[in-house]
């Protein structure tokens, strides 16, 4: 993790798209990140989803799954466009 989640932030989990070779997502102390290039960049996914601890990530099914700390589960319908961004 190089560039764009602060240093400050504590992160809980990274996960590999299961069908795009480096296209990840971080779970963190604050929310959702996404990086296009094997983690040397990030960007926040957040969304709709508040500030809240995010302790696990799975992706299945063409949907991000967040399990958080206080408000349950966070899905993210559909990371298609997330895919073709990361070609």
Do not use: C, M
């Not at 779970?27 to 500030?51: C, H, K, M, Y």
């Amino acid at each position: 993790i190089v560039k764009g989640i602060p240093a400050t932030e504590f992160v809980r989990v990274v996960r590999e798209d299961p069908t795009r070779r480096g296209l990840l997502y971080a779970g963190t102390e604050r929310g959702v990140w996404v990086s296009f290039d094997d983690g040397a960049s990030w960007q926040s996914l957040r969304l709709n989803l508040p500030i809240v601890p995010v302790h696990d990530l799975v992706v299945k099914e063409g949907d991000i799954v967040a399990a958080t700390h206080g408000r349950s589960f966070w899905i993210l319908d559909d990371v298609s466009p997330l895919r073709q961004l990361a070609r």
